[in-house]
């Protein structure tokens, strides 16, 4: 057998300073299988007949090499296993008749033996760290095919082969690209279909279900609950047929297109809102300019408006463009300008038509986070979404959607939880009528007095297809994802249904359209990446993302670990790969695949607190009590208005006098929830509140920069700059995944030296910075006044991400450091697979 095995003494003195991290190598298929190349029989081996083999290598060829492939993803040169602790088995990509005498050398190397032989046990044994999981539990065919083998090279004179049939694997890349079971389901069936539904995943979800029992790799502890249980809402529970789904999810659609019309500006003042930016005349590129300035992007659909001289034409001969977020609909007998207010958060872009670009978020994929619009632009311009200017424009009026932006300071950002605030201090908690009493603000258990502080702080807006993947809304999983109505808290459209005495129509909206709007959101597909992806590195990247503990390396030793999971990033995120989404060590149900509901505490995510340390108590605790809670619940309960003299002073009762709601705000685990991954090529940038330009960055904490600006896109028009984030598909970065930039020190950026830099003078922040951040965390609705800048320069400042202000900063997800620099290009190659 020498001649077969590693004669090198050198070598094998080698493997003695080795600690091996050995692929799982199961995988089922038998490509590349060798022959038995014949001449050597390791002993016994006698067997005759019956298709056994008579030798240790065709003992090999037949029931071990099959399982080989799977170590042939991260076992060779240059993928993730081609450093120190993973050398002492290497295959080869192509020569797969050397996998005999390599495996071999390998298991001289790492001391001979059988049980306690590493590449027996690092695929078997729970208590070894190994980054390609444990494929071969001790009952599996792998396990005893690989025992058979050593055992044989272990003591040759009493070998005894019989065939081992290996189990088939599914394979690791695979994706169903957000897209909900209902959607898959009902695939072919119409509006009349009577197609019983199977069970919503998310509703696996729950504290004493099985799939959060047990030690699984993927750990949820977000729960599922049931908003609609009440007899007040039978209309209102989720679908039971295909039918009823197409109805709804149709319904959604619709009126995302052409039913959420609320106020805008006159026709004509749109057409005119150059006069706005200084020009005096209006550009041929009026429409690309629009976008540019304010950040509405191109509609995936048809959406036309009549330019002048048009008015009188049918709507198919209409020459002008309205970007998404604006869009003609009829009133009557007239055609008006009117505002889809969901498309300026969640109107999002990658690829400007206007560039000669494909533009790659089509209308299968609505609901992309818009990092583009420009909240302080539009409240600069003299307010372009309202028919009159304050003063003529020489106040700068207050863009709607900059009030309900509270507090934003850069473009690309929303508030939408402090502009909720806003509307939970001015509006009766259960009518929804106007009851604007400050008292609200300051409701506290045991006489303690919690003012609320309604910023909550900025965000980066997530994307509309991931809701189906999700137990629970919002970034800290306040509340369930059965919880509708929230969708459409900005959905009256019309302020005056948005702001009335009795509430009533809000209400009435907001229960008419709002499962419309879920059952939209679950048809919703992620977007496909558009360049070819290196399968080879995407398969190694399945391993790592899923079984890979990050808190088994010597450099997260101190770091607080996630409770729950096998500590590789599915086991927060959620699994997707189809070989992973079936083993029940992984999830209990296929039907989990994909989904999401980890929430981690701020000490293990270590990303900026303050959206949140801003969530008030006053909200956590009260929403339980409100409209949005689901009162219905109660037993006692009785719509709103029921008793008009008690009803405006019953929001100052103490919290357990009020109805209690079906669906409140979790407060058992303050922290942030870690999101579904489908699509997340195209998210950036990143975290919470997209402080983080790439994935490269969110991996590497090494690569993130204090102080950056995306690449802009800068118009001149007669003298006049007409600026932008560039949304082509040239500034977006393929290799790294996000957004190109360029990293900025505090005197690079627009304005004022004396307010952009430190006093001290190093890069800390500004003394604007300073009193701002130290204002807006200690005094309320303190983010709604800004320090202006003099300098004519300094409204550019909405254009560079600054790290240093209140809500922006970029640390967390530091456990990811720990990966080496292949095992981070292999994890971002497969993700750009889901």
């Known amino acids: 057998m020498q001649g077969r095995g590693i004669t090198d003494l050198t070598f094998r003195l080698m493997g003695l300073t080795l600690i091996l991290l050995v692929a799982g190598c199961n995988d089922g298929s038998s490509r590349g299988a060798v022959q038995n190349p014949g001449g050597v029989s390791l002993g016994g081996g006698n067997h005759q007949g019956g298709g056994q083999p008579q030798s240790a290598e065709a003992f090999f060829a037949r029931s071990v090499q099959p399982g080989l492939a799977n170590c042939r993803i991260c076992h060779v040169p240059g993928a993730s296993a081609d450093q120190e602790g993973g050398r002492a088995l290497m295959l080869s990509k192509t020569e797969l008749d050397t996998d005999y005498q390599k495996l071999y050398a390998a298991w001289e190397t790492l001391g001979k033996g059988v049980d306690n032989n590493r590449l027996l046990a690092m695929p078997s044994d729970p208590a070894l760290a190994h980054a390609g999981s444990k494929p071969w539990p001790p009952s599996s065919q792998s396990y005893v095919a690989m025992k058979t083998l050593l055992s044989c090279w272990d003591s040759p004179g009493t070998c005894v082969f019989s065939d081992i049939v290996q189990e088939e694997q599914l394979p690791l890349l695979g994706s169903k690209r957000a897209r909900h079971l209902w959607a898959s389901y009902c695939e072919g069936e119409d509006a009349n279909s009577s197609k019983l539904l199977p069970p919503d995943p ?25 908003c609609h249980k009440s007899k007040w809402l039978v209309d209102e529970r989720p679908a039971t047929t295909c039918g009823e789904y197409i109805r709804r999810r149709d319904e959604g659609k619709r009126f995302l297109l052409d039913e959420l019309a609320g106020d805008a500006i006159t026709l004509d003042n749109f057409r005119n809102s150059w006069q706005d930016w200084g020009l005096n005349q209006r550009p041929e590129n009026f429409d690309e300019l629009y976008t540019l300035r304010y950040g509405l992007n191109r509609a995936p659909f048809d959406n036309p408006y009549p330019l002048p001289g048009e008015e009188s034409k049918d709507r198919s001969q209409w020459s002008g463009e309205l ?116 008292l609200k603000t300051m409701k506290g258990d045991s006489g303690a007095q919690d003012v609320s502080h309604p910023l909550a702080h900025t965000q980066d807006t997530p994307p509309w297809w991931n809701m189906g993947s999700r137990p629970r809304k919002f970034f800290d999983a306040g509340v369930s994802n059965d919880s509708t109505r929230i969708i459409m808290a900005a959905g009256p459209g019309e302020f005056s249904l948005l702001f009335s005495q009795d509430g009533k129509g809000y209400r009435e909206r907001v229960e008419e359209w709002d499962h419309h709007l879920e059952a939209f959101f679950l048809s919703l597909e992620s977007p496909e990446y558009p360049k070819p992806i290196d399968t080879a590195l995407a398969e190694q990247g399945a391993v790592l993302f899923h079984s890979k503990d990050l808190w088994a390396e010597e450099g997260n030793a101190d770091r607080p670990r996630p409770a729950g999971g096998n500590g590789s990033c599915a086991s927060c995120h959620g699994a997707y790969s189809p070989r992973y989404v079936h083993d029940d060590n992984f999830l209990a149900d296929p039907a989990l695949e994909g989904v999401a509901s980890h929430i981690s505490e701020l000490d293990v995510i270590g990303t900026d607190p303050a959206r949140s340390d801003m969530l008030t108590p006053t909200l956590r605790r009260g929403w339980d009590t409100t409209f949005w809670g689901y009162p219905e619940a109660d037993p006692k309960y009785q719509p709103p208005n029921s008793n008009p003299l008690e009803e405006p002073l019953n ?22 929830q870690a999101p579904p991954l489908y699509g997340v090529w195209a998210t950036a940038p990143y975290f919470h509140n997209g402080s983080v330009p790439t994935l490269e960055a969110v991996l590497d904490s090494s690569k993130r920069d204090a102080i950056w600006q995306r690449q802009l896109q800068v118009e001149e028009v007669n003298g006049v700059q007409i600026k932008g984030f560039d949304q082509s598909l040239n500034a977006f970065d393929f290799e790294h995944v996000g957004w190109k930039y360029t990293a900025l020190a505090c005197s690079e950026m627009p304005g004022s030296d004396q307010l952009n830099c430190s006093p001290s003078g190093d890069e800390g922040p500004s003394m604007q910075q300073i009193v701002q951040n130290f204002l807006n965390s200690t ?22 991400y600054d790290t240093r202000i209140l809500g922006n900063g970029n640390q967390g997800h530091e456990f990811s450091n720990v990966l080496t620099d292949t095992e981070r290009r292999a994890i971002i190659e497969y993700l750009k697979t889901l």
């Not at 998310?202 to 750990?219: C, E, F, M, N, Y």
């Open 202 to 226: 998310r509703t696996l979800i729950q504290k004493s279900s099985p799939a959060v029992q047990g030690d699984r790799a993927v750990h949820f502890n977000g729960w599922w609950e049931d």
């Open 651 to 672: 929001d100052l009762y103490p919290d357990d006098m009020r109805y209690q709601g079906a669906c409140g705000w979790q407060k058992e685990i303050i922290g942030y």
């Open 779 to 800: 005094l309320s609705w303190a983010g709604l006044v800004t320090i202006q800048d003099p300098d004519p320069a300094g409204i550019d400042k909405r254009l560079v």
């Open 323 to 438: 970007p998404l977020g604006l869009r003609m609909v009829e009133r009557g007998n007239k055609w008006v300008l009117a505002s889809t207010a969901c498309y300026t958060c969640h109107g999002g872009q990658i690829g400007d038509p206007y560039a000669g670009d494909d533009q790659l978020i089509g209308l299968q994929n609505l609901g992309l986070g818009n990092n583009n619009y420009d909240v302080v632009m539009a409240a600069h311009d003299g307010n372009p979404f309202k028919e009159v200017p304050i003063a003529g424009g020489a106040i700068p009026a207050i863009d709607p959607n900059a009030l309900f932006n509270v507090g934003i300071k850069q473009r690309g950002q929303n508030n939408a939880v402090g502009a909720f605030e806003f509307l939970n201090t001015i509006l009766d908690l259960d009518s929804l009528g106007i009851n604007p009493n400050p």
